[in-house]
């Protein structure tokens, strides 16, 4: 486990306060934590995340369709 020392400006450790209260969180650590899990489940790039490399590698296995042309393809689609 990794430890560091924080400098917060007052704006910033106020909104952790309200992180740790909001969600019962027993202290700033666990709110720091808090804020940084919904950080990377909402902001970090899909390709970044694991569940995104499982769900890539389940569409690589499904067998594709072939077209000999875009206007075939293009009629697939319409008629999807």
């Not at 720091?32 to 590698?57: G, H, N, Q, S």
């Not at 067998?63 to 393809?73: D, L, N, R, T, Y």
Request: hydrophobic share 40%.
């Amino acid at each position: 486990m990794t430890q560091m020392l924080v400098k917060l400006e007052e704006h910033e450790d106020r909104v952790l306060t309200i992180v740790k209260g909001k969600y019962g969180l027993k202290n700033k650590s666990d709110a720091v934590k808090f804020v940084i899990d919904k950080f990377e489940m909402e902001m970090l790039e899909p390709a970044l995340r694991p569940e995104y490399a499982e769900k890539l590698d389940k569409i690589k296995k499904q067998k594709g369709v072939q077209f000999k042309s875009m206007a075939e393809f293009r009629k697939h689609i319409e008629n999807a």
